[in-house]
């Protein structure tokens, strides 16, 4: 996490490929509750693979959800994610707190393919390395300057004001670990599946153990049934979300979207393998998803099939209350699926 200036309360944004999504929480004496929440869809190829590629339609987006939800701050929680950013477990000596950060910077230049001067360097300290007790793991996390300077002055632009940046990852992991703080699983896997990137995070015993991004999402669905159905970008949004018309094969629909699935799946299940590959104790025993795209239909059953773990779709509000004078419980239900990392980015705090 990239702590850019002090401020208490802030205000969760979401930037996804396809859509943003803002969140804010108070906090009660009974705990959190939902004040506001809104999203905006965002034209394509705005964002592609983290990188910014049109900010005026970013900056847009941004401003008409400020002016519609009207925020109680103006202070900002935002997350990356994608080319520009490594996320890598590495091993050092046993050192101290002091000395590893007079020396990460050093560590870090041997695993970042950017010049060092380029990038902002985080780290957390995951323990001492089962193997060899005199060495221990660090979670190493570094972003290339340029994309946060990006996002931050496309938020002040859209009349806000940034104070951390974290990582997409992460903040999903806040999430879960705010709302399942009474689970006992000793490592899951949290998958958060968007239009044009997934992100898989497995968290071991409240630390980050693992993290990849796959460069695939819903749009590779919608692409295919435009292909295929010979049918306008707008119809195969609505086809991919269970619509319905007169006029397309639904045998050939069926086909495509379980060929995607199962593409989407083996990527997912070749990243747990990895995983399994670095880690010779620790299995997962669940898997956690979100996204847009994790609603495509039979997706979880496939997910479940492939990799033999329990599959569940995580909820960002269970333990969060919500007004239902305000927010209607099929309202809630609905955004249940975009609104874990504008949660966890909510739930953000300085000293966290």
């Known amino acids: 996490m990239f702590f850019l200036k002090k401020s208490k309360g802030v205000l969760g944004l979401d930037i996804g490929t396809s859509s943003v999504k803002m969140v804010e929480l108070v906090e009660t004496k009974k705990g959190y509750q939902l004040k506001n929440f809104g999203y905006s869809s965002l034209p394509k190829e705005t964002i592609v693979n983290g990188v910014l590629k049109n900010p005026s339609a970013l900056i847009t987006a941004i401003t008409n959800l400020a002016r519609s939800l009207k925020p109680s701050t103006k202070y900002v929680a935002t997350s990356i994610s994608g080319h520009p950013v490594i996320i890598k477990k590495i091993i050092t000596s046993v050192v101290d707190e002091t000395e590893l950060e007079e020396s990460i910077r050093f560590e870090a230049e041997q695993y970042i393919p950017f010049d060092i001067e380029e990038v902002n360097i985080d780290y957390q300290i995951l323990g001492v390395n089962e193997a060899n007790p005199e060495q221990m793991e660090v979670l190493l996390v570094a972003a290339k300057k340029s994309l946060i ?37 000793p490592v899951v896997a949290l998958i958060d599946m968007g239009a044009g990137v997934i992100n898989i995070n497995v968290v071991k015993e409240g630390k980050s153990s693992f993290s990849r991004d796959i460069f695939m999402g819903g749009n590779k669905l919608s692409e295919e049934i435009q292909r295929h159905l010979k049918v306008s970008e707008e119809e195969a949004e609505i086809l991919k979300r269970g619509g319905e018309s007169d006029q397309i094969d639904y045998e050939q629909l069926d086909k495509i979207v379980r060929e995607i699935s199962l593409t989407l799946a083996k990527e997912i299940q070749r990243s747990l393998d990895l995983y399994a590959a670095s880690s010779e104790k620790e299995e997962v025993k669940k898997i956690y998803l979100t996204g847009g795209t994790s609603q495509i239909l039979g997706f979880k059953e496939l997910i479940n099939e492939r990799v033999g773990i329990p599959v569940e779709f995580l909820d960002p509000f269970r333990e969060i209350k919500f007004n239902e004078a305000q927010f209607d419980p099929e309202y809630i239900k609905e955004i249940k699926p975009i609104a874990a990392v504008g949660v966890g980015l909510a739930l953000r705090k300085l000293q966290d």
């Open 149 to 185: 300077n990006e996002y931050v002055e496309v938020i002040q632009d859209a009349g806000l004001e940034p104070v951390i940046v974290d990582i997409d990852s992460f903040a999903l992991e806040n999430a879960y670990e705010f709302n399942y703080s009474d689970e006992k699983m």
